[in-house]
Nanobody, 125 residues
């Protein structure tokens, strides 16, 4: 089993920045792609960003390109999401996810086997 714990969420004004972290523990292997998803009230969970296991390739949803950066530190078993120029529409619960071993980094939630509990991000206008 893999356990994922997100942190770093909070309340921020529009235009501000936050850094989310996701600490992984348990049967962790670096050979897992990881991703961030989010779910706003009354909406479906949506893909935000993903990164391959070595950290050399990333993919983002169009609405966050140029504002968000996903990164990982495999030595610390930690995934990050740096969020700049935040907008009210970024308000959501943010979840990190880990794929199966040797899994691909993907925008599909079906590619991920493990999920964290989520951290709330609220952007005020």
């Amino acid at each position: 089993q893999v356990q994922l714990v997100e942190s770093g969420g909070g309340l921020v004004q529009a235009g501000g920045s936050l850094r989310l972290s996701c600490a992984a523990s348990g049967r962790i292997s670096s050979s897992r792609a990881m991703g961030w998803f989010r779910q706003a009230p009354g909406k479906e969970r949506e893909f935000v960003a993903a990164i391959n296991w070595i950290g050399t390739s990333t993919v983002y949803t169009d609405s966050v390109k140029g504002r968000f950066t996903i990164s990982r530190d495999n030595a610390k078993n930690t995934l990050y999401l740096h969020m700049n120029s935040l907008k009210p529409e970024d308000t959501a619960v943010y979840y990190c996810a880990a794929s199966r071993i040797d899994g691909s980094y993907s925008s599909s939630s079906e590619s991920y086997d493990y999920w964290g509990q989520g951290t709330q991000v609220t952007v005020s206008s």
